[in-house]
């Protein structure tokens, strides 16, 4: 991208096939404000919406990214904004005749000589970070747990150096749901795989309330991988404190208990090290939130150059948000390694098409008001601007929701695209360092994993200084090129995988609460 004065009325075209281009200038742009293309501005429009750079007939397509985003439902003149209110969304993709492996991408050009500094685990599994979780089986246990944390926190954890943080698994399952239900499987896995998040060091301590559906055997059943015992041998044998246990008498004797398990977890946890890793040890989850038009040029596309290190380095990378991507599905499709993977990805996004029909949901569901405000029109534009986050490599892998990850490479992770969602279910996947974009800002945070903020603007970075690791908006600007913010967000992911930098979210302990998706009935 070429370097423009901000000063200067200025767009951003995605293609040059496009009939719209987005404003960049901070604050929008007034009426008779002339483009270096000599275009005049008809009306003001705000920065990040979209200018006609011709003039467009009722009914054509409204093209960015040389797709079609929408159809002008009347004349829409050359240097209008072009604006929701204007475009009829076209329909959703068939998923019958979608183009299956037919790109073939080249494999790209190994990375070699990147490494960070992790925690190693038994089951090969590497952690960036840390921490003792608790893992409970039901939201009714959760104030009891939330109080022993504190104590721990408070009493213990002080004496134990080398252990981060301590963290109680809250959630609102385990009880008054279907359990038998076939989808239960998905919030059931989403639980059993977040305990054994490589952070966590391979050791599950399992607070149960005793009566609950989800009983620890249920969560956790014998053979369950990388369940070790405190002598470091694989057993069966569950670590669990029991809260309707009879030796429990009175609510000190329960924090009593979950303390002294607590510090034999502690000790174990002291012990571990750092020692240098490869960057293929990496499992990176890349998702956006709060979203706006220039997500999809400027911290989007650092994000896809950043994900093409990562795979080439031979990490695993795992992009999701099947709703930001549905209306781009030929483009994965075509891109996915195989047949199998492209049949995969359809058969997720088949899935969650007939659980969003059993709701009623209609394709408006996802944009959200700040998504518009910020220049993103529809659904099908979010999509186009949400894929560009997963780079250029060929697709290897899809992964299901809540299952863990045990491949290399640019892997489908199907999941919603709330932002707790899919950060929970990424978790679960094995996620032990996370990317975030975002245009409106959110503060984001996860108390399981670090997670790497990235603005789309820099008037965003500017006044969320504090906030913000990073500022695509640098791009737009004419500052920096995306390979330029994407080495940075690269070479900034070993740091923060090494623990040598702590996000701001993880300076302010700003931490969202997991949120499981369950498909299946409450009872
Ligand atoms: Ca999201």
């Not at 998040?197 to 620890?216: D, H």
């Not at 950043?306 to 991507?325: C, H, I, N, Q």
């Not at 695209?417 to 279910?425: E, H, K, N, P, R």
């Not at 679960?428 to 945070?445: D, I, K, Q, S």
Request: one cysteine or more; aromatic letters at 6%.
């Amino acid at each position: 991208m070429s370097k423009i004065s901000i000063q200067s009325p200025f767009y951003i075209l995605m293609h040059e096939c496009d009939n719209v281009a987005i404003v960049a200038n901070d604050g929008g742009l007034h009426p008779g404000s002339v483009f270096p293309s000599g275009l005049i501005l008809r009306e003001y429009v705000p920065q990040g919406h979209k200018v006609a750079l011709v003039d467009l007939a009722a009914h054509a397509p409204i093209l960015r990214y040389n797709v079609a985003i929408g159809y002008a439902l009347k004349d829409i003149p050359a240097g209008s904004w072009v604006h929701e209110g204007l475009l009829r969304m076209p329909s959703a993709p068939k998923l019958d005749s979608l183009p299956i492996a037919t790109r073939k991408p080249l494999p790209l050009p190994p990375l070699d000589g990147y490494t960070f500094e992790g925690y190693r685990n038994a089951d090969g599994s590497v952690g960036t970070r840390n921490i003792l979780a608790i893992t409970t089986t039901v939201q009714c246990v959760a104030g009891v747990v939330e109080h022993a944390v504190r104590r721990i926190k408070v009493e213990l954890l002080p004496q134990y150096p080398n252990v981060d943080d301590v963290v109680g698994l809250e959630h609102t399952y385990g009880c008054g749901v279907a359990i038998d239900a076939p989808d239960a499987i998905v919030p059931i896995r989403t639980l059993r795989n977040i305990s054994l998040n490589p952070n966590f060091g391979g050791g599950v301590l399992v607070v149960s309330l005793g009566c609950e559906k989800l009983q620890p055997q249920r969560l956790l059943p014998a053979g369950t991988t990388s369940i070790r015992k405190l002598n470091g041998e694989t057993d069966d044998a569950l670590d669990v404190v029991c809260l309707q246990s009879e030796e429990h008498v009175g609510f000190g004797s329960m924090i009593d208990s979950i303390m002294a398990k607590a510090k034999q977890h502690l000790a174990r946890l002291n012990e571990r090290r750092r020692e240098t890793c490869p960057a293929s040890e990496l499992v990176v989850g890349v998702q956006c939130g709060g979203s706006d038009a220039f997500s999809g040029v400027t911290a989007n596309p650092a994000v896809g150059f950043a994900t093409d290190l990562l795979v080439r380095a031979g990490a695993s990378v795992m992009f999701s948000e099947v709703t930001e991507v549905r209306d781009g599905i030929e483009q994965l499709t075509s891109r996915a390694v195989n047949a199998k993977v492209a049949e995969a990805i359809i058969r997720e996004i088949a899935w969650y098409d007939r659980y969003l029909e059993k709701g009623d949901v209609d394709r408006s569901a996802n944009t959200t008001p700040g998504n518009k405000l910020g220049g993103l029109s529809n659904i099908v534009e979010k999509a186009m601007g949400s894929i560009v986050k997963s780079g250029s490599a060929p697709i290897a892998g899809v992964l299901p929701p809540g299952e863990r990850l045990r491949q290399k490479g640019l892997i489908f992770a199907a999941t919603p695209a709330s932002d707790f969602i899919c950060g929970t279910l990424q978790l679960a996947a094995g996620m032990n360092l996370h990317l975030f974009t975002t245009g409106r800002g959110t503060p984001y945070g996860l108390a399981e994993c670090p997670v790497i903020k990235v603005a789309t603007r820099s008037d965003l970075a500017r006044r969320w200084h504090d906030l913000m690791d990073v500022n695509a908006g640098r791009i737009a600007d004419g500052s920096a090129t995306i390979e330029d913010v994407g080495w940075e967000i690269f070479r900034l992911m070993l740091d923060v995988a090494s623990g040598r930098t702590k996000t701001w979210a993880e300076r302010w302990h700003l931490h969202n609460a997991l949120v499981l998706f369950n498909p299946a009935p409450v009872t």
